[in-house]
C-alpha cells in the first residue's frame, strides 16, 4: 500500500495552465479507472474535484480537468485563478484498498 | 443538505483506546458507502478504512489493521471507527468520508484523536 507519487508543489502566473501528476503503479492507477483528485486549503476539509479519472462532480469548475496515461494520472488547472492556490491530492482504488499521493502544493505567483 | 459529523477524538495514551462516531444527515446513509481518512498534523491524507452500504464489504490499511474496526448502524444514521492498541502515529485528524462512484464526494470537519503520554 505505497502512496502515489506528486510533485512536493507546482507553481504558476494567473491566466496559465499548470499539471499536477500522479504516478501509481499497475496495481492501482493503471489497472482501475478510479482515480480522484482533492482540494484542500488551508485548515480546510479535502474537497472532490475530479473522479473516475475524468469526471467533474457538479459545481467543479470546467477550468480543472483529468487525465491518465498508463500508470500516471493528470490533473490540469487551466486559467489559474488565486484561489486556486491549495494543497492537491490524488487518490487511486488498487483493488481492496484506496491510496493517496502525497500532495502537491499548487502556488499561485 | 449532506452532513457528516465527527466526534469522540481526544488524547488517550498509547496502548489505549477510542470510539469515533460520524452522524450523518441530510441523505440516506443506507445507500452509500463509507469511509474513514486520516490527516496527521502537517501530512498528507491517508485512507483509512471502508465500509459497503450493507457493511457486507470491509476493507482497512494495513496501518490498521487488525487494530481499527469500522462499522455502521443505519437506523442510526451513523458510522463508528473503534480504535484499538492505539499508538503515536496514529495522531491524526479523522475524517468520515461518504463515497459515490469511488470518489470521496462529502467529507466531515473532522476530529483530532492525540495519542500521546
Known amino acids: 500500500q505505497s502512496a502515489l507519487t506528486q510533485p512536493a508543489s507546482v507553481s504558476g502566473s494567473p491566466g496559465q495552465s499548470i499539471t499536477i501528476s500522479c504516478t501509481g503503479t499497475s496495481s492501482d492507477v493503471e489497472r482501475y479507472n478510479l482515480v480522484s483528485w482533492y482540494q484542500q486549503h488551508p485548515g480546510k476539509v479535502p474537497k472532490l474535484m475530479i473522479y473516475?479519472?475524468?469526471k467533474r462532480p457538479s459545481g467543479v469548475s470546467n477550468r480543472f480537468s483529468g487525465s491518465k496515461s498508463g500508470n500516471t494520472a493528470s490533473l490540469t488547472i487551466s486559467g489559474l485563478q488565486a484561489e486556486d492556490e491549495a494543497d492537491y491530492y490524488c487518490?487511486?482504488?488498487?483493488?481492496?484498498?484506496?491510496?493517496f499521493g502525497g500532495g502537491t502544493k499548487v502556488t499561485v505567483l | 443538505e449532506v452532513q457528516l459529523v465527527e466526534s469522540g477524538g481526544r488524547l488517550v495514551q498509547p496502548g489505549g483506546s477510542l470510539r469515533l462516531s460520524c452522524a450523518a444527515s441530510?441523505?440516506?446513509?443506507?445507500?452509500?458507502?463509507m469511509n474513514w481518512v486520516r490527516q496527521a498534523p502537517g501530512k498528507g491524507l491517508e485512507w483509512v478504512s471502508y465500509?459497503?452500504?450493507?457493511?457486507?464489504?470491509?476493507h482497512s490499511a494495513d496501518s490498521v489493521m487488525g487494530r481499527f474496526t469500522i462499522s455502521r448502524d443505519n437506523a442510526k444514521n451513523s458510522l463508528y471507527l473503534q480504535m484499538n492498541s492505539l499508538r503515536a502515529e496514529d495522531t491524526a485528524v479523522y475524517y468520515c468520508?461518504?463515497?459515490?462512484?469511488?470518489?470521496?464526494?462529502?467529507w466531515g470537519q473532522g476530529t483530532l484523536v492525540t495519542v500521546s503520554s
Open positions: 487518490c487511486s482504488y488498487a483493488g481492496s484498498y484506496w491510496v
Open positions: 441530510g441523505f440516506s446513509l443506507s445507500r452509500y458507502s
Open positions: 473516475e479519472v475524468t
Open positions: 465500509i459497503s452500504s450493507s457493511s457486507d464489504t470491509i
Open positions: 468520508a461518504r463515497m459515490d462512484n469511488y470518489g470521496f464526494d462529502y
